[in-house]
Every structure is written in structure tokens, then in C-alpha cells.
């Protein structure tokens, strides 16, 4: 077996599991509203320092992760800023890992096509193309939902399901349910052993499994520490954002991309890749190519 080919192979295949979100579980205002009030302890008490629970799950061939968080912006900001293939195209490049994004068609046919690959500048007839169905299943003045769907990935992954919901909780707060799933097989799982006994063998998620002899807490590691650092830096493209909304047009690409790194680097023990002008320089070389060719994927 070709083990750099492999060891690419995982990198992408880990690479496209940041964007399969899975169907949200509550599907209207009232049954996210209601989750909202079920989670009011952990929201209080979460070890981020901020109102946000991050999940994870595996069972046989499958993976899962999500994201429930209160994010500072009115709905009347949330709502408007988070649909639209466009809109997500300017997020999801925000991610180390997303090359190049498009979107085409118009409802009930829309496409949202990515190129995804490695951690640093590369052509992108290096990466992989994933092609997403595109829905909002759901649009009011008190509920946002999201769909986005693949049927296939790298190596043998399939069965993408991407979805986001929000809702409003006063004013000047949103509530945001981000959820991802994905399905794999031998290829894929064998591609990820690599990834993780060589350049992951060292990293780790955000779930405390435990503490160590010195009372430190031990942290998840292996594939769902993968699921877990990605649902993070997935979450913190949709804040940052948001968060740039209101700055003046000519300055928003740049603020994202600037807001994003900061806030990933405040993680960095997780989510640590790589230097702030290294990110900038890469990311900012990714929005030129894409502004000069975005049509690319499709």
C-alpha cells in the first residue's frame, strides 16, 4: 500500500467530515426553544466558559457531532445571515481545510459544491469535490433550518446530512443548533487508523473523559476528538461570521478571517494548526482564486 497516498487519503476523508451535518432533531421553534430550556444547566455550567454543549457519538460506521450555543446577535441578524448558498460559501472557507466553494441552481435544485484538502496551499486538482443538495426547509421571523445533503465523500464516507436551525431568545441573543453525521466504511476506516497512529496520534477533543494522577482532566482522542474539533471550528466560522455582518463590506472578508483564527487559537491546546500569518496568507491566496473562478467546483 502507498502510505503518502493513504495518509492523503485520510486527510481528506477526515477533511469532509467537518461538513456532513446531520438533520437537527428538533425541526421547528417550539421543539428548539424547548431544547434550549432542557440544556439552561449545562449552557450555565459549560466548561467553554460560555453558554455552548458540544456532543459527540459513534456507533458502527457511523459518526455524529453537534453544537448547541447562544451566539450575541439578534435573530434579525441570525436569520438573514445564514441562508443562502452564497452566505455559506463566505463561512464554511473560513475552515483550514475547505479550498474552494460554489453554489448553483435554484429551488428545489440547488447545489453547494466544495473542494476540500489539506492543511496548507494547494492546487485544487489536489482536493476532492463534494457535491451538497441544498435546502431551507424552513424560514420565518422565529425559525431558521438549514439542509444540506452529499451522498458521497472520500475513499468510501457517504451519506453527508449537514443541517443548522436557529431561533430566537430575546433582543440581542440567538439560539443555534449546528449538527453533523456521516457514514464510513472499511477505506475510510482504514484511512483514519493511519491518520490517527501518525500525525493525529497526539490530538484531542474537547469531551473530559476522565482525570489524570496529577488531577488534570483527560480529554477524548481519536475519531470523535476528529468530530469534536471540527464541529468547534465549524461553529466558531458561523460566529465569526456573524460577528462580521455589521462591519463595513469592504472589510468583512478580512474580519472573518481574522476573527476565525483568534478565536480557534483560544483552543489551542485542540484546535492549533497553524501560525496566524500562515492561515491569513493561505486563506487570503483561497478567496482571491475563488473570487476569480467561482465556478470551479460545480
Given at each position: 500500500?502507498?502510505i503518502?497516498?493513504?495518509?492523503?487519503?485520510?486527510?481528506?476523508?477526515?477533511?469532509?467530515t467537518?461538513?456532513?451535518?446531520?438533520?437537527a432533531?428538533?425541526?421547528?421553534?417550539?421543539?428548539?426553544?424547548?431544547?434550549?430550556?432542557?440544556?439552561q444547566?449545562q449552557?450555565?455550567?459549560?466548561p467553554?466558559?460560555?453558554?455552548?454543549?458540544l456532543?459527540?457519538?459513534?456507533?458502527?460506521?457511523?459518526?455524529?457531532?453537534?453544537v448547541y450555543?447562544?451566539?450575541?446577535?439578534?435573530?434579525?441578524?441570525?436569520?438573514?445571515?445564514?441562508?443562502g448558498m452564497?452566505?455559506?460559501?463566505?463561512?464554511?472557507?473560513?475552515h483550514?481545510?475547505v479550498?474552494h466553494?460554489?453554489?448553483?441552481?435554484?429551488?428545489?435544485?440547488?447545489?453547494?459544491?466544495?473542494?476540500?484538502?489539506?492543511?496548507f496551499?494547494q492546487?485544487?486538482?489536489?482536493?476532492?469535490?463534494?457535491r451538497f443538495?441544498?435546502?431551507?426547509?424552513?424560514?420565518?421571523?422565529?425559525?431558521?433550518?438549514?439542509?444540506?445533503?452529499?451522498?458521497t465523500?472520500?475513499l468510501?464516507?457517504?451519506?453527508?446530512?449537514?443541517?443548522?436551525?436557529?431561533?430566537?431568545?430575546?433582543?440581542?441573543?440567538?439560539?443555534?443548533?449546528?449538527?453533523?453525521?456521516?457514514?464510513y466504511?472499511?477505506?475510510?476506516r482504514?484511512?483514519?487508523?493511519?491518520?490517527?497512529?501518525t500525525?493525529?496520534?497526539?490530538?484531542?477533543g474537547?469531551s473530559i473523559?476522565?482525570?489524570?494522577?496529577d488531577g488534570k482532566p483527560i480529554y477524548i482522542?481519536?475519531?470523535?476528538?476528529?468530530v469534536?474539533?471540527?464541529?468547534?471550528?465549524?461553529?466558531?466560522?458561523?460566529?465569526?461570521?456573524?460577528?462580521?455582518?455589521?462591519?463595513p463590506?469592504?472589510?468583512r472578508?478580512?474580519?472573518?478571517?481574522?476573527?476565525?483564527f483568534?478565536?480557534?487559537?483560544?483552543?489551542?491546546?485542540?484546535l492549533?494548526?497553524?501560525?496566524?500569518?500562515?492561515?491569513?496568507?493561505?486563506k487570503?491566496?483561497?478567496?482571491?482564486?475563488?473570487?476569480?473562478s467561482?465556478?470551479?467546483?460545480?
Open positions: 500500500m502507498n503518502t497516498w493513504t495518509m492523503r487519503s485520510a486527510a481528506l476523508a477526515l477533511a469532509l467537518l461538513t456532513g451535518f446531520a438533520p432533531q428538533a425541526q421547528d421553534a417550539a421543539a428548539l426553544r424547548a431544547k434550549h430550556d432542557s440544556l444547566a449552557l450555565a455550567n459549560s467553554f466558559q460560555r453558554p455552548l454543549v456532543e459527540s457519538a459513534m456507533s458502527s460506521g457511523d459518526l455524529k457531532g453537534e450555543a447562544i451566539v450575541d446577535q439578534p435573530f434579525s441578524v441570525t436569520g438573514p445571515a445564514l441562508q452564497d452566505h455559506w460559501c463566505d463561512l464554511l472557507i473560513l483550514l481545510n479550498k466553494c460554489s453554489a448553483a441552481g435554484a429551488p428545489p435544485s440547488e447545489v453547494l459544491s466544495l473542494i476540500v484538502g489539506r492543511k496551499d492546487p485544487l486538482s489536489d482536493g476532492h469535490k463534494v443538495a441544498y435546502s431551507m426547509p424552513a424560514s420565518s421571523s422565529d425559525y431558521l433550518r438549514i439542509e444540506m445533503m452529499a451522498d465523500g472520500p468510501s464516507t457517504r451519506n453527508y446530512r449537514l443541517a443548522l436551525e436557529a431561533v430566537p431568545l430575546d433582543e440581542k441573543r440567538s439560539f443555534v443548533h449546528m449538527s453533523y453525521s456521516y457514514a466504511g472499511t477505506a475510510a482504514l484511512a483514519m487508523q493511519i491518520y490517527l497512529a500525525a493525529g496520534h497526539d490530538k484531542i474537547f473523559t476522565g482525570k489524570g494522577d482522542d481519536g475519531v470523535r476528538g476528529v469534536e474539533r471540527n464541529t468547534m471550528r465549524y461553529f466558531l466560522a458561523i460566529e465569526s461570521y456573524l460577528g462580521a455582518v455589521s462591519a463590506p469592504a472589510e472578508e478580512e474580519k472573518r478571517l481574522r476573527d476565525w483568534a478565536a480557534t487559537e483560544r483552543h489551542a491546546a485542540q492549533h494548526e497553524m501560525e496566524r500569518d500562515e492561515y491569513l496568507t493561505m487570503r491566496h483561497e478567496l482571491q482564486r475563488q473570487h476569480a467561482p465556478g470551479t467546483p460545480r
